[in-house]
């Protein structure tokens, strides 16, 4: 009997192991094996190999090919097997117990769907505009950061990112510049601006403008009204999401006082709320929540924010901070997961004053697109959470601007004289540009500052008869001394809100030709670090207008600013750099093309 039951047992292992074995996957030798199928196997042993399995094909390895075609193909798109697969699966769940049937069947079924399935909303660059054509350009500003932590996370497995990865505004604004601060909290920032030629191409001039925010110490903060929306879905159960996500929400915990409130909402399959309101001061508690929690079954992310926001609602402080802080890595496979209706309905809630954070985690499956837009349509800002130290500076370094607003609906737009500027182009910012007429529009949302941002937009401009990339126009081209304000560039304009109030407040400077400084060697330590920013991102999406100018470039630019760098990002970015040329095989940037 125990002899049969032996051979029973090690009759299944080896199913499970032809079930989830991989090209690489090694052989034991003979004597081994021979070895192994004398010994005695427990139970125990069987279940051991059975996860064994289910963690070699959630790591990505080849799973079996698919039967012979079944008349009964799974949904279009739903990644499902074929149903001989849902059949064995079914089986191997029945034999766990029926709190672990759900997991079995969600690791099986995420087996067979692709190892990579991250996604990232695709944006050409930003084009050239002929100033005479289209003289105005007009932008929301964004302080999300999310990209360059995620590049970061590319870089430093050895890959390249996808281009659409790259949001070069979010590398650029992910730096603090030192930009002068505010000399009063009316308005709510300061505007810098810096005009230099181009590192990239001498014969294009660099237009640099800086936003800072006041800053408020984190024990000014008003009282803080927070729901973590947190996603423990089976996709979740990994080192790099809920595992890192625990740490990272309980460093914020530790900001937290008396006076600010916490409440913990969880969703799968279904939403619910493990932890009521509860005071900053009994941090045990509200740690020992986070504790708790683990990961399983699909992953129902409209109904988390529905209730996620109706806690925020009901416990809405008056002037305080009220703000959802979702953490997720995106893959919402259930309920609402229409792209579309989920922005529509976080839209709708943030009609209410509450505000949405959002922390990405994870990869393979990581819904990039989701958690950036899901943030912009919240009145919010998104961060990606690589590592604990992102965490810290997200959510400790950087608490006040991450938490609370103090300017909304922050509009900029450049009107470029004609008379000057043959062509301009903004870099970064694809999916922030607005219409002409929408800047004076009270009604079109744009972005958030909170307390200490900094804020960072740059134009590449070519000046008349410096060779721009389009022939000039044969009609309705004035020389600068026949026109007024021949002496400036461009003119700036920026709109914003109050925290409080839904009426815009205008702030207008000239930007003279005479400002420019004689070459990007003469500029400062912020200008050059920006642009050697700038430089890196464009190149990794393809470097369509950088020329000759490649990451040996960025690198020595990067250094001759480094500056003070007390947190040791700007060293890091160096790093960076290293790892992109050299993955890179087309580094040289020969194939660039430049505003001549």
Known sequence: MNRCCTSSCWILIAALWLLGCSPSAETPPPEKAAQAARSPVSPAAVEQARREVAARQAVGAVPPPPPPASPVPAAAGSGAPLVADAKMATNLAASQPVGQQADALQTLRAASEPTDREQYAHQDDNPVKRAAEQPVSTFSIDVDTGSYANVRRFLNQGRLPPHDAVRVEELINYFDYDYPLPDSRQPPFRVSTELAPTPWNPQTLLLAIGIKGYELPKTQLPPAN??????????????????????????????????????????????????????????????????RLSAGGSTNGGAGIQLAYRLARDGFVKGGVNRVILATDGDFNVGAVDFEGLKNLVETQRKSGVALTTLGFGAGNYNDRLMEQLADAGNGNYAYIDT?????????????????????????????NPAVVAEYRLIGYENRVLQREDFNNDAVDAGDIGAGHTVTALYEIALKGSGALSDPLRYGQPKAEDTPHGDEIAFLRLRYKQPDSDSSRLLEWPIRRDQAAKDWQATSERFRFAAAVAGFGQLLRGGRYTGRFGYDEVMALARSARGADPYGYRGEFLTLVGLARSLDPGQEGESGQAIR
């Open 226 to 291: 927070l729901v973590f929306l947190i996603d423990v879905s089976g996709s979740m159960e990994s080192s790099d999401k809920l595992e890192l996500l625990k740490p990272a929400l309980k460093l914020l915990t530790r900001q937290l006082r008396a006076e600010d409130k916490v409440a913990i909402v969880v969703y799968a399959g279904a939403a619910g709320m493990v932890l009521e309101p509860t005071p900053g001061s009994q941090k045990a508690k509200i740690e020992a929540a986070l504790d």
């Open 388 to 416: 604990l130290q992102e965490a810290n500076k997200v959510l400790v370094e950087q608490m006040s601007a991450t938490l609370l607003t103090i300017a909304k609906d922050v509009k900029i737009q450049v009107e470029f």
